[in-house]
């Protein structure tokens, strides 16, 4: 069983909005500082976006702040990424990660700091 599924992904244009949604299974994901991670074609991984357990206090890529709002709702055991004024360069395969306890709990592109790992969800930005 696949521990957390991403969903929302799609195609849109430059300036355009998506909303990203993760949800957990077997597993209570307010344990967990969470992350989306995002990785483009033959790229490796790009960290985009932290929270801690209980929601919150947020982080954010340089690249994505101000465009990008990370949100939990725990209650659902679901993560969201609204994601505004979308640019080409946000092209990417995106992931959401449950964080391992331990050292920053943002910005890490190593994936053993993580305990789970969605499938991913497509994001495209092309005219």
């Known amino acids: 069983e696949v521990p957390l599924v991403e969903s929302g992904g799609g195609l849109v244009q430059p300036g355009g909005s998506l909303r990203l949604s993760c949800s957990a299974s077997?597993?209570?994901?307010?344990?967990?500082?969470m992350s989306w991670v995002r990785q483009a074609p033959g790229k490796g991984l790009d960290w985009v976006s932290g929270?801690?357990?209980?929601?919150?206090?947020?982080a954010y890529a340089d690249s994505v702040k101000g465009r990008f709002t990370i949100s939990r709702d725990n209650a659902k055991n679901t993560l969201y990424l609204q994601m505004n004024s979308l640019k080409p360069e946000d092209t990417a395969m995106y992931y959401c990660?449950?964080?391992?306890?331990?050292?920053?709990?943002?910005?890490?592109?190593?994936?053993?700091?993580?305990?789970?790992w969605g499938q991913g969800t497509q994001v495209t930005v092309s005219s």
């Open positions: 929270i801690r357990r209980l929601g919150g206090i947020t």
């Open positions: 077997g597993f209570t994901s307010s344990s967990y500082d």
């Open positions: 990660a449950a964080k391992i306890s331990g050292g920053n709990w943002y910005g890490s592109v190593q994936p053993q700091d993580y305990k789970y």
